[in-house]
């Protein structure tokens, strides 16, 4: 979804035009909706994914200090090499999802 989102953003760089015609600023936004609808589910599901990540680290660490067993640490370890991609990833459809609203907001400016 990450080469998907910023194909789309060096797609929208190269011909987006301020001097667009209304037929054209039309599909050009229609076309836009679709992707950001597409783009804001895919940040939506990441979004409860890493925080279901997030809340299970932090249950692993709570547990680690009354229980001190090596199965915890390992879960501890594994949830934390998971977490460190789900932030990327999440931050990256952020801000994608932040310069397509900024180019939707462009095309209803008049």
């Known amino acids: 979804m990450e080469k998907r989102l910023k194909d789309y953003l060096y797609y929208l760089r190269d011909h987006f035009k301020e001097d667009m015609l209304q037929e054209e600023k039309k599909v ?3 076309d ?3 992707q950001i609808g597409f783009f804001q589910h895919e940040r939506l599901v990441h979004l409860v994914v ?3 990540i997030s809340i299970l680290s932090v249950l692993s660490i709570f547990c680690s200090f009354f229980y ?3 199965g ?3 879960l501890i370890l594994l949830l934390m090499i998971l977490l460190i991609p ?3 990833h999440y931050y990256i459809l ?3 999802v ?3 609203y900024g180019y939707y907001d462009r095309l209803i400016v008049e």
């Open 28 to 30: 050009f936004k229609e």
């Open 50 to 52: 890493t925080i279901t």
């Open 98 to 100: 932040q310069k397509l």
């Open 94 to 96: 952020e801000n994608g």
């Open 86 to 88: 789900y932030i990327r």
């Open 32 to 34: 836009l909706l679709i």
């Open 68 to 70: 001190q067993n090596i």
């Open 72 to 74: 915890l640490y390992l």
